[in-house]
């Protein structure tokens, strides 16, 4: 079929003229922006959960799963609460990580870190829901129930597995991330070394704390999330 049958000489020309837009920059900044608020809510729920994380860690720890189910049979809500929060920072996490990488508009290696770390934090999720199905439906009853106990213990043990291997998404993540922004000079360099720091401390069978790459971490969204909104307020 002659789609141009029906158009005249001068509507040729105009069409022939008319130049190639690509997505309109305003639409690219809006996700900027909304990459930048999800940045803050994420590492503010993360702050949050885990300051509260300390009193029930002894529900991911394999060594100490007895005495983890105890305390969330003894601190349910405060268990509640943590695990919530985390799982409400993983999605707002997620959301900003991913619009991190739309800075790039072809696919390289900061979609592919992104995409890893995307792996890890919903893996986390998945943790999180194991911690909160257990509060809620186990915890109370493993006590007096054997059979309940041996559940709790069980759910727990797979929470503990999924927390320690999501490392490795994470790390593998973080240094793709991170390499990427150093080639393509995308962020400030201190944020390019948070990341890369964070490739380190995440990984699953170095002995650093909890405190301390969840630190490392929090600074580096919160940063990042500074440098995305500026770019947007800027542009």
Known sequence: ???????????????????????????????????????????????????LF??????????ALDHGLAALASHSTLALACQHL??????????????LASIEREFSLTWLGAFLLGINFALDMLVAASVIAVTKFIALHAAADPAMHAAGIATLGFGAVLDFREGFFATAGWIL???????????????????LLNGILWFPFLPFSFILGGGVFAIWVLGMSVTLWQREVRA
């Not at 300390?54 to 060594?63: E, G, V, Y």
């Not at 991330?177 to 948070?194: F, I, Q, S, Y």
């Open 54 to 63: 300390p009193t029930i860690s002894d529900a991911l720890d394999p060594t």
């Open 177 to 195: 991330l991170g390499g990427a922004a150093w080639h393509g000079r995308h962020w400030p360099r201190w944020l390019v070394a948070l990341a």
């Open 1 to 51: 079929m002659d789609f141009d049958a029906g158009l005249t000489t001068q509507d040729r020309t105009l069409t022939t003229r008319l130049p190639y837009t690509p997505a309109s920059p305003p639409t690219i900044l809006h996700a900027l922006r909304v990459s930048a608020v999800a940045g803050f809510m994420g590492a503010l729920c993360w702050i949050t959960a885990a300051v």
């Open 86 to 99: 985390f799982a409400l920072s993983d999605i707002a996490i997620i959301v900003f990580i991913f619009g």
